[in-house]
């Protein structure tokens, strides 16, 4: 019963709501013609504002503000000698030989803020906290599908196994 009354009352409300609109919009064409109508545009009196314009002069000033002078002339530039370059060898980097690690994800206990990764290096497994060194390898961080450890100041990011 209680739905009942409510559909209907919202009905109602629908039904007035639609209908104030239909009326502003095709009843009201009657009164805004006629009120338009009456209004006389030669009653209002025409004032004649003077308006003086604000005018000034700019001065170029002698200094750039990009600190390039005008009077600059351009000096020609003579091939000097020959210059004492030092040849740069490039430094070759040895293959950072990686051991087999494979990630398998991590456990956060409601007690640690750092979390308990479980990993596999050189097929021996390992549950180790972030910032731990596990053979010279350092854990970085361990994301959801990632890991990220560091060896000798190079990084890498383990992907996580299914």
């Known amino acids: 019963m209680n739905k009942k009354y409510l559909n209907s009352t919202l ?3 629908l039904v007035i709501i639609w209908g104030a609109v239909f009326y502003k919009y095709f009843g009201d ?3 805004s013609s006629e009120s338009v109508d009456t209004i006389n545009p030669l009653a209002f009196n025409e004032q004649h504002y003077l308006v003086i314009k604000d005018t000034f002069l ?3 000033t002698d200094r750039d503000p990009f600190k390039v002078s005008r009077d600059i002339k351009k000096k020609s530039i003579k091939p000097s ?4 370059k030092k040849v740069v060898k490039p430094v070759i980097k040895k293959n950072m030989v990686w051991p087999t690690i494979t990630y398998h994800g991590f456990v956060k206990g409601e007690s640690r803020n750092t979390r308990l990764i479980l990993l596999k290096i050189a097929n021996k497994l390992y549950r180790k906290r972030e910032k731990e060194t596990v053979s010279d390898i350092i854990l970085e961080k361990a994301y ?3 890991l990220i450890v560091s060896l000798n100041n190079n990084s ?3 992907i996580k196994t299914r």
Request: net charge positive.
């Open 144 to 146: 959801k599908d990632s």
């Open 156 to 158: 890498k990011t383990i």
């Open 81 to 84: 000698a020959k210059k004492n």
């Open 58 to 60: 700019l001065k170029l």
């Open 11 to 13: 009905i109602v409300l």
């Open 29 to 31: 064409n009657k009164r």
